[in-house]
C-alpha cells in the first residue's frame, strides 16, 4: 500500500472513530432522568382539605430548547399492553410546556401556577382512572383505581416518546412541609423542657441533700 493510500486509510478510520464517540456522546447525554425529587416512589403530602401539595419536578436530558410536559398517569407501566398516553395519562392535570434550558434541563416550578403539575387525588380531571391515597376507599365510579400513580415528563403529552420519563408518587397523608417542621420544632422544644424540669428536680434534690447533711 502506498504512502498516500495509507493516509487516506488512517483518516478515514479516524473520522469514522471521532463520528462514533460523538454519536455515544450524544446518546448518552440524551438520556433523560428526573433529577428533583430524589425520592422514588415520592410521597405527596395532602393538606389539611386533602388537596395535593405542589413540588417542583425538574428533569435533564432533553435537547436545548425542547418543549418539555408533564402530566399525571395512572400506575401501568409503559412496557404494558395497551399503555398510551391518552389512555394513561389525564391531560387535566397537565400545564403547559416548559422550555429546557441550554442544559437540556426542564423545571417545573410549584410556585408558578402555569408550570406546575395539576396533581389530582381520587377521580381524574378527565375521568380516566383514580389515584388514592393506600388504604382508603376508591371513588365508586367503576374507574380503575391505583394507590401508586406517576409523573410522565416528556416531549409529547399524546404519544409514546423515546425521551420519557415517570415519577411514581403515592398520596400521603395531610401533613404538609410546614406543619411538619412545626411538629419537630415542638417535639425538640418539649424535649427542652423536659430536661430543664429533670435539671432543676435533680438540683432541688442535691440541696435538699446538702442541708440534711450539714
Not at 405527596?44 to 419536578?57: C, E, N, Q, R, W
Not at 408558578?112 to 371513588?139: A, H, M
Not at 409529547?156 to 403515592?170: C, E, H, R, S, Y
Request: net charge positive; charged share 15%; aromatic share 6%.
Amino acid at each position: 500500500m502506498t504512502a498516500p493510500r495509507l493516509r487516506s486509510v488512517l483518516c478515514g478510520a479516524l473520522a469514522a472513530a471521532f463520528l462514533a464517540v460523538l454519536l455515544l456522546g450524544a446518546g448518552a447525554a440524551a438520556e433523560t432522568r428526573i433529577i428533583q425529587p430524589t425520592a422514588t416512589p415520592y410521597h405527596v403530602h395532602l393538606d389539611t382539605t386533602g388537596k395535593p401539595i405542589a413540588f417542583t419536578v425538574v428533569a435533564s436530558g432533553f435537547a436545548p430548547n425542547a418543549n418539555v410536559f408533564i402530566v399525571q398517569c395512572d400506575g401501568r407501566a409503559p412496557s404494558e399492553p395497551n399503555w398510551e398516553p391518552g389512555r394513561d395519562c389525564d391531560p387535566g392535570t397537565a400545564p403547559g410546556a416548559v422550555s429546557a434550558d441550554a442544559h437540556g434541563i426542564a423545571r417545573f416550578d410549584a410556585a408558578n401556577p402555569n408550570q406546575k403539575v395539576l396533581l389530582t387525588v381520587g377521580q381524574s380531571p378527565e375521568g380516566i382512572f383514580n389515584c388514592t391515597s393506600p388504604g382508603t376507599k376508591p371513588p365508586s365510579n367503576g374507574l380503575r383505581n391505583f394507590t401508586t400513580c406517576q409523573l410522565r415528563v416528556s416531549t409529547n403529552n399524546t404519544q409514546a416518546t423515546t425521551d420519557q420519563v415517570f415519577l411514581p408518587i403515592v398520596f400521603g397523608d395531610t401533613s404538609s412541609g410546614s406543619s411538619s417542621t412545626g411538629w419537630k420544632a415542638a417535639v425538640v422544644i418539649g424535649g427542652v423542657v423536659v430536661l430543664l424540669i429533670v435539671a432543676v428536680a435533680l438540683l432541688l434534690a442535691r440541696r435538699r441533700t446538702s442541708s440534711s447533711t450539714a
